[in-house]
Each structure stands twice: as structure tokens, then as C-alpha cells.
């Protein structure tokens, strides 16, 4: 059973999320709910709850001050909150994921079943190390090779931004605002790219160090350090958002 404590200035926020947790969500109970943040610290660093959900908005201290006035963080954070200009830095603060209100409940159970096969998973943490250990890594190159017309060029996997399929082709865009084109499907660049590449959408290779924000209304998608927008594909924006709570 998940331990959970709730933190929202607004009374008629915890009741709402409160009886979705209890109505949509199976083994999960609330250990405790507050509105003051000041009193929430010490409850959390008491109770050591398995999860905490969290407003940004609040009198006194906002959400973000209480992170940091924590002794314990060893919970998953969800953030809830009625604005979405929070995403990123909530992610860089390792939150599991970022509710809007009113909080749908289909979004909800996503996020509880998240948390509960992250729990899973840390609870078999020793053996999973120890299977993975039994294992020689495979050393991913640093750099990509790109075959143009007549010529072979070599490029740091740091310098791609994104790229972009075109029908049996692909774009690769550059930091340096340059555009090479490629005879290559964009999954066979997928397939040599580093762990810093992730495929946000069907058309797209997104390289994660270069993403400004996330916006999870009207689309979703990407904005990029550059200002270029990338289009997420819903089936892939909760993998997106966890990749990004853990890199960011």
C-alpha cells in the first residue's frame, strides 16, 4: 500500500483529488493532507511518505521552496497545480509527473500506476543491478557518421538539435543552424543514435539536451532552445515526460 500526503493551499483541491485517489486508485492511501506548506515539511520528513502531491502556487512558501527545505526526498513527486509554465522545472525536480487542474481522473490512474511500478522496480533494485552487472555494456559511440554525395562527415552526437523524416529521407539540423540531408529513414538513424536522442513523434528525433520546454496543451509539443517546435505523439508523451524527470 502507497503512503501519500497532499499539499494544496486550497481546501476544495485536496477534497476533489482526495476522493479520485479513493474512488480511481487501488492500494494507495492518504497518510495526510495539508494546506499550511510550512506545517507539510515536517510531516513529510516524519511520515516519509512513498509519494507527495504537490501545488506550486501557495501562500508563505511556494512548491518548489518546500522541495528544498526538505530532509527527506526519497518520494515520488506529482506536481498539480491549475498553470502550465512549471513543467520544466518541475521535472528538474525530478517529479514523476504534472497534473493540471482539474485533474483528470484517466491521468490520475496513469500517474498512480507509474508510481506503483516505480516502487516495483526499486524494491527489486539489488537484483535487477545484479542481473545487469552480469552483463558487459555496450560502449555507444560518441559520434555520428553521416553519408552525403561524395563525402563521409563525422558528428558529435552533441551537436545534433533534432531530425526530421522526409518520405525515405531525413533532415538533421544542427546547432550552428546548418541542415544536412540525409538517404536515410529516420529510424535507421534512431537505431545508431545515444541515449540523449528520443522519437517525440512519428516525424521527429528529438536530442533531449536541447529542449526549453514542454507544453501539454494544444498538442502537445516540444519547444527547443532555438524556438523550433516539435510535435509529440500522445502515445509517447508520458514516456517523454518520465525520460525528461529523470535527464533534466
Given at each position: 500500500m502507497l503512503k501519500a500526503i497532499i499539499v494544496d493551499d486550497e481546501l476544495n483541491a485536496?477534497?476533489?483529488?482526495?476522493w479520485e485517489i479513493e474512488n480511481f486508485c487501488?492500494?494507495?492511501?492518504?497518510?495526510?493532507?495539508?494546506?499550511?506548506?510550512?506545517?507539510?515539511?515536517?510531516?513529510?520528513n516524519y511520515l516519509q511518505p512513498d509519494c507527495v502531491f504537490l501545488d506550486i502556487e501557495m501562500p508563505e512558501m511556494d512548491g518548489?521552496?518546500?522541495?528544498?527545505?526538505?530532509?527527506?526526498?526519497?518520494?515520488?513527486?506529482?506536481?498539480?497545480?491549475a498553470y502550465d509554465n512549471?513543467?520544466?522545472?518541475?521535472?528538474k525536480?525530478?517529479?514523476?509527473?504534472y497534473l493540471l487542474k482539474p485533474i483528470d481522473s484517466d491521468d490520475l490512474i496513469e500517474t498512480v500506476q507509474r508510481i506503483h511500478n516505480n516502487k516495483k522496480r526499486n524494491t527489486l533494485g539489488n537484483e535487477i543491478k545484479s542481473m545487469i552487472n552480469s552483463f558487459a555494456p555496450t560502449?555507444?559511440?560518441?559520434?555520428?557518421?553521416?553519408?552525403l554525395i561524395g563525402k563521409t562527415i563525422f558528428v558529435a552526437f552533441e551537436d545534433i538539435v533534432y531530425c526530421k523524416a522526409n518520405g525515405n529521407y531525413s533532415e538533421v539540423?544542427?546547432?550552428?543552424?546548418?541542415?544536412?540531408?540525409?538517404?536515410k529513414k529516420l529510424k535507421d538513424i534512431e537505431e545508431v543514435t545515444n541515449q540523449s536522442f528520443y522519437r517525440a513523434h512519428n516525424s521527429y528525433l528529438v536530442n533531449i539536451?536541447?529542449?526549453k520546454e514542454f507544453v501539454k496543451t494544444d498538442g502537445p509539443y516540444l519547444v527547443l532552445k532555438d524556438g523550433t517546435t516539435i510535435p509529440v505523439s500522445r502515445s509517447r508523451k508520458s514516456d517523454l515526460l518520465a525520460l525528461l524527470g529523470n535527464t533534466l
Open positions: 485536496i477534497k476533489n483529488l482526495k487501488d492500494d494507495i492511501t492518504i497518510c495526510d493532507t495539508f494546506t499550511n506548506p510550512v506545517e507539510a515539511i515536517s510531516a513529510i518548489f521552496q518546500l522541495l528544498n527545505e526538505l530532509n527527506f526526498r526519497d518520494f515520488e513527486l506529482v506536481i498539480t497545480t512549471y513543467a520544466i522545472k518541475a521535472f525536480e525530478h517529479a514523476i509527473d560502449k555507444q559511440p560518441e559520434r555520428l557518421a553521416l553519408s539540423y544542427f546547432k550552428d543552424a546548418k541542415k544536412e540531408m540525409l538517404s539536451d536541447y529542449i
